[in-house]
């Protein structure tokens, strides 16, 4: 999947409202953006966090960050502030939207094929032993 790139009137619409939570820390403007947009990258594209590209940073000190914010409710203050406006319609990260292996749907899972053990014909014609 191709990166996602904030446009800058978005991240300056974003930016003021980050600053306005007391109880995270933005740090960096330029990181702080590259970690909004790593995390729309992540929701985006469904990959696992370990697949976040080299570009965004790294993969683990990302999830860490977004983990804080989600404990600290960061994203959905984000999503109620900017739910009417439709300019960022996509940033809203909407959580409802969950990929999931097809068998949670009601696929028949795959099995392997039972074969039988070679060994299990030549056990059922010898005697009985007890150990």
């Given at each position: 999947?191709?990166?996602?790139?904030?446009?800058?009137?978005?991240?300056?619409?974003?930016?003021?409202?980050?600053?306005?939570?007391?109880?995270?820390?933005?740090?960096?403007?330029?990181?702080?953006?590259?970690?909004?947009?790593?995390?729309?990258?992540?929701?985006?594209?469904?990959?696992?966090?370990?697949?976040?590209?080299?570009?965004?940073?790294?993969?683990?000190s990302?999830?860490?960050?977004?983990?804080?914010?989600?404990?600290?409710?960061?994203?959905?203050?984000?999503?109620?502030?900017?739910?009417?406006?439709?300019?960022?319609?996509n940033?809203?990260?909407?959580s409802?939207?969950?990929?999931?292996?097809?068998?949670?749907?009601?696929?028949?899972?795959?099995?392997?094929?039972?074969?039988?053990?070679?060994?299990?014909a030549?056990?059922?014609?010898?005697?009985?032993?007890?150990?």
């Amino acid at each position: 999947m191709a990166t996602v790139e904030l446009p800058d009137q978005q991240w300056e619409e974003i930016l003021p409202f980050l600053r306005s939570c007391s109880d995270i820390y933005v740090g960096q403007e330029t990181d702080c953006r590259r970690f909004i947009e790593a995390v729309l990258w992540i929701a985006r594209s469904g990959a696992q966090w370990r697949l976040l590209p080299e570009h965004y940073g790294s993969w683990n000190s990302v999830y860490k960050r977004f983990a804080r914010w989600c404990e600290k409710g960061i994203w959905e203050k984000m999503h109620q502030h900017f739910i009417h406006d439709p300019d960022m319609e996509n940033l809203i990260i909407d959580s409802t939207i969950v990929r999931a292996h097809p068998c949670a749907a009601g696929a028949s899972k795959k099995r392997a094929v039972k074969l039988p053990r070679l060994w299990d014909a030549a056990e059922a014609g010898s005697v009985p032993r007890s150990t």
